[in-house]
Nanobody, 120 residues
Framework: QVQLVESGGGLVQAGGSLRLPCAAS????????MGWYRQAPGKQRELVAV???????NYADSVEGRFTISRDNAAKAVYLQMNSLKPEDTAVYYC??????????????WGQGTQVTVSS
């Protein structure tokens, strides 16, 4: 059974930094795209950043230049380094991983979410 486990959230002052790790477990054959999304209260879930198997990345305009997504294929993990945090970055952050596992096959899985709160 595939699971994604996130950690690293918390309370930080504006201008501070946080690093969010997300690790996948289970009988995983291959991993494709890995990404981070966030959902603020009263808003829809939105894409923050995504990284494909080749290492190419895409970022939301609102985080470009401040956040960095990376992956460790051997560890089956994806990371989000968040610098220069702003109060508007406050949200629950979710990792999302497109992978192939046994016996499930290919699916996209969500982490449980981790709260990031940025105080002004």
């Amino acid at each position: 059974q595939v699971q994604l486990v996130e950690s690293g959230g918390g309370l930080v002052q504006a201008g501070g930094s946080l690093r969010l790790p997300c690790a996948a477990s289970g009988i995983i054959r291959s991993i494709n795209d890995m990404g981070w999304y966030r959902q603020a209260p009263g808003k829809q879930r939105e894409l923050v950043a995504v990284i494909n198997l080749g290492g190419s990345t895409n970022y939301a305009d609102s985080v470009e230049g401040r956040f960095t997504i990376s992956r460790d294929n051997a560890a089956k993990a994806v990371y989000l380094q968040m610098n220069s945090l702003k109060p508007e970055d406050t949200a629950v952050y979710y990792c999302n991983v497109d992978l192939t596992s046994w016996p499930e096959g290919r699916h996209a899985y969500w982490g449980q979410g981790t709260q990031v709160t940025v105080s002004s």
